[in-house]
């Protein structure tokens, strides 16, 4: 019956399997089975969706299965994205229809539910049942029910069917998503408004009836809902001229406006410095020739970067290619919108996780629509289906939110770069303290290294001052959180009418409650981390699962009910503020204090107005932000992030430093920082205080070296996840063996390899399950990913019988 095709489809299939699979495609559909369409294929026995990659000419098509259907009326992506997905797919050892998946917009993946409706035998049968009996509700229920998804369990259903009394069917279900879809209204075609008048020697009925005519002949095509609106008998009106056959009414899909709030816009500068004029000749070039190229763009905080972005971005648009502009965070990308929309107008969609479903959508078939050029929005912009992508921006690239910490586990700003590659455009990573990884790719020539080394109008890097908060032996430890020096900094700042950032990297009140007697802090019973005090809600809670309880609870070690408090967050930072200073204005931005859907834009909105004088919070307000009158930035523990167990804990601390540093001093009046810590003398602190990226780098890179860490090698970590503690460590042993095993067997190149652990997590226990890790290094990214391809498919042994999860992270950042 397919025979005779002459060609077939590859299909990324929604399922968790490796590869892609072909199907022949049955005359019907032959027009509308397009690449970037999601079809229905039949996959084991099942109905599943999939995605169409590729129509592959010339195959006989002999011994394949046919598509059942087309979902889409049109494609969700278009043909260059595929090859990308191929790479993710490929180097994240994730299965592709489900890379594809997780990019889409939510809401567009179908669920089938199944009904059923009762044969002849099937009434005859409901007849003769008992009354009451469960077999003659189910039967009553289903006949009572037409059309609706059947209850499970399903089990007596299926015996229902198997003797004849009914038939089970499958349907597909839209989960909410997709266009929103309105009633329009416009003048019929060739209708003239004066003729219709005249016709009616001017006379009409209703008082606003020649305003309502008015109304719509001027738009061209109205919502009949906002007619309705305008006019209190709007609805009438409009049947009325529909039945006159001067107006019609027709369905059309409607953009819902996810813009939101927008921070004022900056005004356009008259003319660009000479250093963002260098810059952007040389990016202007990269444009012009087409081809693919990276740059890396290191420009000290306040350079100018955002005009170079946009100088790029206008190219870009010129030579009739679109844009992505990324930034780390959400509240960033709100920020960036604000500068970019009111230059470039409507053919800008946001796109980020904040967005409902629909909205999602909407930007989505914009862009595959081709109706947009700049794309600006958080990590999951990178997939954005610009049909003719020329141009790909990664700001603050250094900032580990580029990285995804959940399946498929991909580094957006890694990622772009390959992305850029495959579509021949050029990509921008922009940071002023550039990851030690793009900075080495940048002196070794693989990116071509732009630099900014000039605040605008040369305005000096503010000065930082370092306060010493180690004791002497013996002496009792401080409980300050403030110290003199910042108290009186702050005064000073106040006074003067200016504005205060400070910075503290840890959210909730208290930091721990400890035992009196026996010294230990209290625990989440499901994940091996101290509880954290809050005190809006007067509870400690856990920061890995929402884990809370009340304060009164017991020291889970010993039972003692008497508890210390130690330590401090960012709650408790704000409280101590508002004591010292009762008259200043104070917010607070955190992941608690900005909950809500758009109260983190609110409150830059009011930080960036001066309705506020301190603004307290987390590496949420490190970013790129430029606020002019902030002349005092306070860091309360610089240690905090030294303490991570991680080999970038030492760029991590001087990238926070650095970045919170420079929000300082950005307008007119100098500058200052006080940066409180406990080690002044680590060098990443060092290097932070003097603005020395460079000797940071150096430092860093040597450091790096001597541990064969990345830039020097490829890692993976594989984390395994059971509910016993023995069956997961045991699993992790296995593995590892049958790790070892594969490399013995490669004897020349195995060496390029090394495997380190199985040693438990450092959360031992997350949300409940028990974790071990092994983390692999190596010299070549290409031996790494055929390693770990092996050990994706013959893992089964080590983890199934044990009902243990295995989890691959390719680069991983954090490995908790
Ligand atoms: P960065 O992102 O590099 O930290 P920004 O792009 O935020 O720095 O620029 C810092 C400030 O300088 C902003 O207030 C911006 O409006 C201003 N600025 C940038 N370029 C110019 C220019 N050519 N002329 C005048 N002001 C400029
Ligand atoms: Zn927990």
Redesign the pocket.
Known sequence: MSGDNSYCLRIAVNVPVAGTFSYTVPEGLVSRANVGCRVLVPFKNRKVAGYVLERIGGGNGKGLKEIWDVIDPEPLFPKPLVPFFEWMADYYIHPIGQVIQSVLPGGLSIKSYKIAHLTKEGLRALKGLQPNSEEKKILSWVRDNPGKGLPSPLQKIYGFQKRGWLVVEERLKRRHGGPLIKKFVRPRNGIDLGIVLSKRGGVLKARNELQFLETVFRSGDILSSKLASMFTNGSYLVDKWIRKGVLEAYRGTVYRNPAGEIMSP?PL?????KQ?ELVSNRITTFIDKGSFSACLLY?V???????VYYQAVKQTIKVGRQAILMAPEISLAIYLEGIFRPRLGDRIAVYHSGLSHGERYDQWMRMVRGEVDLVIGARSALFSPLPELGLIIVDEEHDSAYKQDRSPRYNARDAAVMRARMEKALVILGS?TPSVQSYQNGISGKYHLLSMPER?EKRPLPEVEIVDMKVAEGERPKSEMISPRLKEALEQNLTNGNQCMLFLNRRGFYRVYLCRSCGKPIRCPNCDVALIYHREENRLSCHYCGYYSETSIKCGSCGNERLRAYGFGTEKLEHELKELFPKARIARMDADSTRRKGEAIRILKKFGEQALDILVGTQMITK?Y?F?NVTLVGVIAADFSLGFPDFRAGERTFQLLSQVS?RAG?GEQKGNVIIQTFDPGHYAIRAATSHDYQSFFQQERQLRDQLNYPPFSHLACLTLKGNSREETEKAARQLNQAIRGTLKRWPKRGKEIQVLGPAEASIPRLKGKYRWQILIKSKSASLMGHLLKRVEQGKGKAIQPAGVALILDIDPYLMT
């Open positions: 900056s500068p008259p003319k660009l410095y963002q420009g905080t306040g350079s100018g970067k955002t005009e002023g605008i790129g430029d002019p420079g950005r």
